[in-house]
């Protein structure tokens, strides 16, 4: 019994979720596959996840993405959500019930009118960032996500969300979400990286940096620089992207202990 | 009067949208009267002509005005010009979720763009209007914005919205079933943003039929306008902006060039992948600008360095 505990502990404070961001086109879903490479070394099963409208990583892996995660090798699984496929799944998982989510969705100005309701959409990929770490669901299956986010602006919207929620629901379940999904992202298990790419440092990630911290609360573990001479010294190469990750994967060690 | 001519510039993340945009707004306004707005909240136009985050827009010569896209003043103009009355206004401004439009969720930011944009186009002051865009896949997209949100403000969902619970027990079978769906979404998200919602959709419903005329407005801008897209010189962002036209000639978009940014000659892995970008747009006209050492930081260095590559 003391030992099913014990293990209980240590796998849950075990679990991460690495948030990586930064100005648009700098590197973010290089440096994230890295990431990954170098996580699976460490012997942690991993997911690699976009967010997109339509998905980018199709294009990338040359294989087909989707919202279910696919198996790239062993220990490594990349996957593509979409707000909407998130949504679905959101609210099927709150209200308890397959056919009452079906039923709630199967009205057209319903349907409308939660696709395009502020924030839900937002809401419900936290969610299922945070899911297991909230103990949501059964466990995925993974040690760690590593979410290849958008681009700073972006981003900063997106972790806005769950205030901003709170704000407008008294009580319910969309008020206890949020609330939950904050703490996690406040939390220990969260770790946030901006990365630039050029040797100066960046005003718009000390701002972005700021702000996150000052309006939302979370904590950014490092700003990384991935250019010729710093922490990840990125090269042009004659091999593939995904070469080229698993040739930076080993920067990692200094940032993730 | 004039009708300007509106350039918007898409493409991915840090392809170099920006750049562009200041570039042809710049040089077009050594001739011509030319707004250069920018949509993406990271907004890193200002930076080319030093403005700060609170601005929101700068008078940079006789012919050139920059907007960064200020949401609040937008939303509020926008009521201002459609709901006359200071007390039907202040009611819509009041309810909870209007106000979250415009702090914390901010996430929902293209009805003030269009708005935006319908209104610059309708001012009869400038020749062109430049338009530069968030990163294709973040958001949902600013093309679509228009579509999106004329579904929202269909009299479908309105009349839908239109429901007093009071009247239940003499409701008809209709009525039933809704309740029921409002009770689901109250399970949902909890009874009192339900409540806020309903609240909210008869608020504004003064303004449904303005907000309708300024969504069609848009859409006819953005298909007429012309459409350029930037692409970056490597393996990612070519494949990024593979799926990004093939998305938007599917849903009817028309294309008028590509640029391909920070160019360079080699035979790297971007080469491969360059030759199959180019067999597949064969029928799309590319425009190349050479990868530079440092990138240039003001509108009068970007003209001199991109003025010979792209006429």
């Known amino acids: 019994m003391l030992l099913f505990l014990g293990c209980f502990v240590v796998s849950l404070g075990y679990m991460a979720l690495y948030i ?58 990349v996957a593509s959500w979409t707000g909407v496929d998130c949504l679905g799944e959101y609210v099927g998982r709150v209200l308890k ?65 769950p205030s901003g929620l709170q704000k407008i629901v008294g009580v319910g379940p969309m008020k206890k979400q949020s609330h939950e999904i904050l703490k996690i992202l406040k939390g220990d298990g969260v770790k946030v990286f901006l990365i ?23 904590e950014i573990h490092s700003i990384v620089n991935m250019s010729k001479d710093a922490d990840f010294p990125y090269i042009e190469s004659k091999v593939s992207w995904l070469e080229t990750a698993k040739d930076l994967a080993k920067f990692w060690k200094e940032f993730v202990v | 009067m004039i009708s300007p001519k509106i350039k918007i510039f898409i493409g991915s993340g840090g392809v170099g949208k920006t ?8 040089k077009l306004s050594k001739k011509h009267k030319v707004k250069l707005i920018t949509f993406d909240p990271s907004k890193r136009l200002k930076d080319f002509f030093n403005m700060m985050d609170s601005d929101t827009e700068k008078v940079v010569s006789d012919n050139l005005l920059v907007s960064l896209g200020n949401r609040k003043t937008a939303l509020k103009s926008f009521l201002k010009d459609f709901i006359p009355d200071q007390k039907t206004r202040n009611k819509v401004l009041e309810t909870k979720i209007f106000q979250s439009l415009l702090g914390d969720l901010s996430v929902s930011q293209d009805f003030t763009s269009l708005y935006e944009l ?69 399970r949902l998200t909890g009874q009192d943003f339900v409540s806020e919602l309903i609240l909210f959709f008869e608020n504004i419903s003064p303004i449904r039929i303005g907000v309708l005329k300024v969504l069609r407005e848009a859409d006819k801008l953005i298909e007429e306008a012309e459409l350029n897209l930037v692409c970056a010189y490597n393996e990612l962002s070519l494949r990024s902006n593979k799926i990004a036209i093939k998305n938007l000639t599917g849903k009817g978009f028309h294309i008028a060039d ?20 180019k067999l597949s747009h064969s029928n799309l006209s590319f425009k190349y600008i050479p990868k530079l050492d440092k990138e240039p930081l003001s509108p009068e260095a970007l003209y001199m360095e991109f003025n010979d590559a792209v006429v």
């Open chain 1, 97 to 161: 019930s397959e056919s009452l989510a079906r039923f709630l969705l199967s009205s057209g100005p319903m349907k409308t009118l939660i696709n395009a309701a502020p924030g839900l959409k937002e809401i419900a990929i936290l969610g299922k960032l945070t899911a297991d770490q909230r103990s949501i669901n059964m466990p995925t299956g993974f040690d760690d996500i590593v979410f290849d986010a958008p681009s700073s602006g972006h981003l900063l919207s997106m972790l806005q969300v």
């Open chain 1, 20 to 77: 990586l961001s930064g100005k648009g086109g700098v590197g973010k879903t290089q440096l994230s596959m890295a990431l990954a490479y170098y996580l699976k070394s460490l012997k942690r099963r991993v997911l690699l996840v976009e967010s997109a409208q339509v998905s980018q990583y199709s294009e990338f892996f040359s294989k087909e993405v989707g919202f279910k995660p696919v198996r790239l090798e062993a220990n490594l699984s």
């Open chain 2, 19 to 26: 750049s562009l945009s200041v570039f042809y707004a710049y």
């Open chain 2, 118 to 186: 319908v209104k610059s186009h309708s001012s009869e002051t400038y020749d062109y209007i430049v338009i530069d865009t968030p990163p294709l896949h973040n958001s949902s997209s600013f093309l679509q914005g228009a579509k999106t949100l004329e579904q929202l403000f269909s009299a479908k969902v309105f009349k839908f919205m239109n429901f007093k619970p009071k009247s239940f027990l003499i409701s008809g079978l209709i009525d039933r079933s809704r309740s029921a769906l409002f009770k689901t979404l109250g």
């Open chain 1, 196 to 218: 630039e790419n050029s040797s100066l440092a960046s005003v718009e990630l000390k701002e972005l940096s700021e702000k996150l911290q000052s309006q939302i609360g979370v």
């Open chain 2, 258 to 277: 590509i640029f391909i940014n920070k160019y360079f000659e080699g035979d790297g892995a971007e080469s491969l992948v360059f030759e199959d970008f």
